[in-house]
């Protein structure tokens, strides 16, 4: 029997159990590949890593950025991590966001994000990146 604490519904938990998994199918290739891949995601789309089993359909097409056609293999290699980590039944999973409706179905996962509140349709800059662009933009104009 699982138990959670009040301070960490089992949603989080969720999210924290596929990202930790994702890391590690990751780091195998390079320790510095989950930290490239998951900043990507982060800046690409204004999501948190946690945030995969929300939109994990975004985290697949930001691996195919980086992967190319090494894609397929790497999401081959996180669908069979995470179908043991969560066991799932032994099926073929279309791809890394089939495997992750299951997760949340197996887990009556309940979502932490108000989709009501994004629009996926322009990617969302983070208030790091605006600062980084105006303090380069800042130091190019004075030279």
């Given at each position: 029997?699982?138990?959670?604490?009040?301070?960490?519904?089992?949603?989080?938990?969720?999210?924290?159990?596929?990202?930790?998994?994702?890391?590690?199918?990751?780091?195998?290739?390079?320790?510095?590949?989950?930290?490239?891949?998951?900043?990507?995601?982060e800046?690409?789309?204004?999501?948190?890593?946690?945030?995969?089993?929300?939109?994990?359909?975004l985290?697949?097409?930001?691996?195919?950025?980086?992967?190319?056609?090494?894609s397929?293999y790497v999401?081959?290699?996180?669908?069979?991590d995470?179908?043991?980590?969560?066991?799932?039944?032994?099926?073929?999973?279309?791809g890394?966001?089939?495997?992750?409706?299951?997760?949340?179905?197996?887990?009556?996962?309940r979502?932490?994000?108000?989709?009501s509140?994004f629009?996926?349709?322009k990617?969302?800059?983070?208030?790091?990146?605006?600062?980084?662009?105006?303090t380069?933009?800042q130091?190019?104009?004075?030279t």
């Open positions: 029997m699982k138990i959670l604490s009040l301070t960490q519904p089992e949603s989080v938990s969720c999210n924290k159990a596929v990202v930790r998994c994702i890391e590690t199918r990751l780091r195998r290739f390079d320790e510095k590949l989950s930290w490239i891949v998951f900043s990507k995601f800046t690409e789309y204004g999501l948190a890593r946690e945030d995969v089993i929300e939109r994990p359909e985290f697949s097409k930001t691996m195919r950025q980086i992967f190319r056609f090494g397929p999401e081959k290699g996180l669908i069979k995470l179908k043991k980590e969560f066991q799932l039944e032994e099926k073929e999973y279309s890394l966001a089939d495997v992750v409706l299951e997760i949340r179905k197996s887990r009556n996962y979502s932490t994000i108000l989709h509140d629009s996926f349709s990617p969302r800059k983070l208030p790091r990146a605006n600062v980084l662009n105006e380069i933009n130091g190019g104009s004075q």
